[in-house]
């Protein structure tokens, strides 16, 4: 809505962002009573002109500069009780021009301190005794200004005893006031008993999910070192007995094959392993860990190949950002099969590895020199393809771009806030 976005504006600026703010309600209640009391100032005055009062009109406008001044306070400072204090003695000084000329305690006028009551006590309830309290004050000035009047007692005798109608005042001011303050505080101390049972389920489900995080990442170090104990273990031996095999059965071209594919099997097979052991037993959920196991693994591959390999990080680094619990792993198994790709088919010499941190993101890109050579469509190419499709079944953004200057590909993974 247009009138609340014109109130907001009247916020503090740490205070107006976030209705999540401590302050916030509180703040928003006095501008919004504030706000709508000046537009209202504004507006009365013209009644006035109609009636042939115009005299009056610099009253209303003067009340309406304080208003003014007073929500120019709340968005520069922060505070409002001094700016109300004023604005209050001010409002008292403009109403005393309205009385003195009708009737003073007799003057029908005299509502209008009623009203600036329930203003002040909705712009700011804690003090709402401080209200009541100034125009029972206020009334018996008026009171003793009406007694002092040489015509007090022609008007008392017309209508009735001025004590009476200061008492009516009193009683109407001390029981509206009353009545109106308990009921704004009992509103505002419900709402901080809700507002608290909101915090403390939220700090419970948190908690929750904090104790099952702990289960989960303890799990997932007892599979660790049971997988590395039993199925390790398994490969190796099946490794060893492979090879004494391949040893004894050298000249038989129709068996040693055989043998060297299990061989090969079990070193793939044993390779893969480490990767589904390191992402179940280290921090692989974060984005820099990620990104170090990445990149050892590129400068050992690309070592084979005499292929200078570099790595660098951008971006502004967000604390206590995590990845899916299977993207690291999914990751591996990507960039993996890109830098192999990279020896078999570009011919490169330099290879970059990058990772950027974005708000919501986080990209990581290998970049290479060598040629781009567009596929054989005669030829099944099962590299991409897989590339391609466990991206998009991992939900990252996946994006190929070739030039004559090199190749590089992209992979952009969401990230969430680790909860503590």
Same mark, same amino acid.
């Given at each position: ?28 209640t ?44 709340? +968005? ?23 009385? +003195? ?9 005299i ?49 009735g005893?001025p ?14 006031g ?18 608290a ?10 908690e ?56 090969t ?13 390191w ?32 790595s660098?990080?951008?971006g ?27 020896? +078999? ?28 050579k ?11 393809k ?5 991206a ?9 771009? +070739? ?18």
């Amino acid at each position: 809505m247009i009138i609340e976005r014109l109130i907001n504006w009247f916020l503090p600026s740490g205070v107006r962002e976030s209705k999540d703010h401590p302050r916030y309600h509180e703040l928003f209640t006095i501008a919004s009573t504030i706000f709508m009391g000046t537009a209202a100032t504004c507006i009365f005055p013209i009644l006035l002109i109609w009636y042939d009062m115009g005299e009056y009109l610099w009253m209303f406008y003067l009340n309406a500069t304080g208003n003014l001044i007073t929500l120019f306070g709340i +968005k520069y400072t922060g505070h409002y009780r001094f700016f109300n204090i004023v604005s209050g003695i001010l409002t008292y000084f403009i109403i005393y021009y309205w009385l +003195k000329d009708s009737g003073l305690i007799y003057s029908t006028n005299i509502c209008i301190v009623h009203m600036f009551l329930l203003g002040g006590i909705l712009a700011d309830k804690k003090w709402g005794w401080l209200a009541i309290i100034s125009n029972i004050i206020y009334l018996s000035f008026i009171y003793y200004l009406t007694v002092s009047n040489e015509d007090y007692k022609v008007l008392s005798m017309l209508l009735g005893s001025p004590l009476y109608a200061l008492f009516m005042h009193c009683l109407i001011t001390a029981f509206l006031g009353s009545f109106l303050a308990y009921s704004l505080s009992s509103n505002e101390t419900s709402r901080k008993k809700i507002i608290a049972l909101r915090d403390q389920k939220i700090n419970l489900l948190d908690e929750a999910v904090r104790q099952r995080t702990e289960q989960l990442n303890s799990m997932r170090q007892s599979i660790a070192a049971d997988f590395h104990d039993q199925t390790g273990n398994m490969l190796a031996a099946i490794n060893r007995q492979a090879t004494v095999l391949q040893l004894r059965f050298q000249d038989n071209p129709e068996i040693l094959p055989l043998i060297e594919s299990i061989i090969t099997n079990s070193n793939g097979l044993y390779a893969s392993s480490k990767d589904f052991l390191w992402n179940l037993n280290n921090d692989s959920d974060n984005p820099g860990t990620l990104f170090e196991y990445l990149k050892s693994y590129g400068q050992s591959f690309y070592n084979q190949f005499d292929v200078d390999f570099s790595s660098s990080i951008s971006g502004k680094h967000q604390h206590l950002q995590q990845l899916n619990s299977f993207a690291a792993l999914n990751l591996i198994f990507i960039f993996k099969e890109v830098m192999n790709n990279v020896i +078999k088919h570009s011919g490169a010499t330099e290879v970059l590895m990058e990772m950027i941190y974005h708000e919501e993101l986080v990209t990581y890109i290998l970049r290479d020199n060598g040629i781009w050579k567009d596929a054989d469509d005669d030829v099944e190419h099962y590299g991409l393809k897989n590339i391609e499709r466990r991206a998009e079944r991992s939900s990252f953004l996946y994006q190929l771009k +070739k030039s004559d200057q090199g190749t590089s590909i992209s992979i952009g993974l969401p990230v969430t806030v680790k909860l503590l």
